[in-house]
């Protein structure tokens, strides 16, 4: 039935907007904010329909479920950020820096090795995560999710592979290759992750009306058989989610073989002889160490939620069971532990904090080859206006929806679980990781910015300091019965908070020029407050004359327009922004006439 509902509505959303993407990626050659624009529509998709995804897993898995689920999604994220995050990004800088000097023979040598190594890279990280599952289960103090970590297996194998194409494209600045895999992995993800996690339930409770029992274990109640079939289901999503990756990369391989790079054998015959593979080779590993390094660490605040809110809640309880069983006690299903129970109120939540990043890493991955083929030819006024225009175009993105889900924690979360039962206990939880998306949206564009002019080191160096100060908070915080899984946003909030602080302070003084901060921070921050004081000031004055989902949904569009009016009056949106748009010398123009920018 739900497919049934969403398939025309996001058929009809996905064809139009495809159109669009591949009209605006004629241009072969994209500047951060038009590489950015193909990016972001497919983002818009990707969104969509992962919501699509995500919010029906939860009614079908439901709190504890969606729990499993993210822990084993930890692991993975993880052991992807390992084994492919760095390369991919050296692999774009390298084309990128080749690309300026014309050396298109190297270019392409750079492609082939990546290949290689992401192959290798691919059949050690699936191999790691098939034969250790049970290890990982166990490290995360989670051994229901053993079958969902064993079913992201292969996801790694075809992710590594499917990065080969996506680096090397994203040197040669065009987005269109990463924007188009994005939608056709989400919307195979949406298909098969629901169906497989449907099918395993109807299943379970086929073979309880029938057996009694479900897979072999008995059930004393049908609420009682849900929570046995709950990890089988969970591990059926994430099967969706290794299917999905494979669906990736046979479109971008086929894409890759029947429309090319666009370097021509004229280019390859003029370009210099390409260097020896060994240098290539040596040259890739030593800017992807940093970069994976980081991204690691980066990856160290999932994995420390998932390794101590467990702990720290189990020993929360223990200490005073009366508190916590007075905050959520009434909420519990049968045989439904408390620890697993608001971890998955913090799962619900941590899906709503990381749309925010979602839609501002695009920016990082725009920026990377054009901030690094200025400061190759050492163009300070190209640096400025990439620096300023990815910060900028952050802001503007990240500020109304940060500032707007603070707001309208409790609202949003029971708009998008109304079926899940003591949601809205998470409302304070949402508001502080919704603060904490705004730095960590800032946090991704800023290290892709800093990589680009030579310094993969610091990232790594900010990031662990994070990733420690996240690990202490979460320790003592958790443990204190009366703040108990508020501590995690908390501590949360403090990693990402010292990260950007500490990025933005180096990035001044390394790219050496002024920077506008009032038109890049100050400005978008201001409209971003005034959407989310709008949006909840109307939610109060609507909510009692009709529906409230309906009031939800109306006033975060009143505050979107609050947020658009504001900006406009502060003239928040730059000119050179704009322009760098597809048609921007006519949207400019039609901004200007009507005073929005100067």
Not at 30 to 40: I, K
Not at 221 to 237: C, K, T
Not at 394 to 403: I, Q
Not at 472 to 479: T, W
């Amino acid at each position: 039935m739900c497919f049934n509902l969403v398939h025309p509505f996001f058929t009809k959303i996905m064809r139009l907007s495809a159109e669009w993407v591949f009209a605006l990626t004629k241009q072969k050659k994209q500047n951060f904010v038009y590489g950015s624009t193909v990016l972001m529509a497919s983002m818009i998709i990707v969104k969509l329909i992962g919501a699509v995804f995500k919010i029906p897993l939860t009614n079908i898995l439901g709190l504890t479920g969606l729990g499993y689920f993210t822990r084993a999604y930890t692991v993975y994220t993880t052991i992807y950020a390992l084994t492919v995050t760095g390369l991919s990004a050296a692999v774009a800088r390298m084309v990128a820096e080749n690309l300026e000097k014309k050396r298109y023979r190297d270019v392409r040598k750079i492609f082939r090795l990546a290949t290689l190594l992401f192959l290798i890279l691919g059949v050690l990280g699936a191999g790691l995560i098939f034969f250790s599952a049970k290890g990982f289960s166990e490290m995360i103090k989670s051994p229901n999710s053993y079958w969902a970590i064993v079913m992201l297996a292969p996801a790694i194998f075809f992710c590594c592979m499917m990065a080969s194409y996506r680096g090397y494209y994203e040197g040669l600045s065009n987005m269109t290759p990463t924007a188009v895999t994005q939608v056709v992995e989400v919307v195979a993800k949406l298909v098969a992750g629901l169906g497989f996690a449907l099918i395993v339930m109807q299943i379970a409770e086929k073979q309880f009306q029938e057996t009694g029992k479900v897979f072999g274990m008995a059930a004393e109640s049908l609420e009682a058989a849900q929570m046995i079939a709950v990890p089988y289901g969970a591990a059926g999503a994430m099967l969706g989610v290794s299917v999905s990756t494979l669906v990736g990369l046979v479109y971008i391989y086929f894409r890759h073989k029947l429309k090319g790079d666009s370097i021509t054998k004229e280019m390859l015959r003029n370009a210099p002889h390409s260097r020896r593979s060994k240098v290539l080779v040596y040259r890739l590993l030593k800017v992807a160490l940093p970069v994976t390094l980081g991204a690691v660490v980066l990856q160290l605040s999932a994995l420390i939620d998932s390794t101590t809110i467990q702990n720290r809640l189990d020993y929360c309880y223990s200490a005073s069971p009366e508190t916590l069983n007075s905050l959520y006690g009434a909420f519990l299903k049968e045989n439904e532990g408390m620890s697993d129970f608001l971890f998955g109120i913090f799962s619900s939540c941590v899906t709503l904090f990381n749309l925010v990043p979602a839609f501002t890493n695009i920016f990082g991955k725009s920026a990377l080859p054009n901030v690094t083929a200025a400061w190759t030819e050492r163009d300070r006024a190209r640096i400025k206006l990439n620096v300023e225009s990815v910060i900028r175009v952050t802001m503007l993105v990240a500020a109304p929806m940060s500032m707007g889900m603070a707001f309208m924690a409790e609202p949003i979360l029971k708009l998008l679980y109304s079926k899940q039962e003591g949601i809205e206990s998470g409302a304070v939880l949402l508001a502080i990781l919704a603060v904490a998306s705004l730095f960590l949206a800032l946090v991704t564009p800023m290290n892709a910015i800093i990589q680009g002019v030579g310094r993969m080191d610091l990232p790594v160096k900010y990031l662990f300091c994070g990733a420690l100060t996240k690990l202490v908070l979460n320790v003592v915080l958790i443990g204190i019965p009366s703040i108990n899984i508020l501590g995690s946003s908390v501590s949360t909030l403090a990693c990402y908070l010292l990260i950007a602080f500490l990025s933005v302070n180096k990035l001044r003084k390394i790219v050496t020029v002024s920077l506008n901060y009032t038109g890049i921070f100050i400005k978008p921050l201001i409209a971003g407050l005034a959407c989310g004081i709008m949006a909840l000031l109307s939610y109060n004055l609507l909510q009692k004359i009709g529906p409230s989902r309906l009031i939800t949904i109306l006033s975060i569009g009143i505050g979107g327009v609050c947020y658009l009016l504001v900006l406009f009056v502060l003239n928040g949106i730059a000119q050179e922004d704009v322009l760098m748009l597809p048609k921007g010398n006519k949207i400019a123009k039609t901004l200007e006439k009507l005073h929005i920018i100067r």
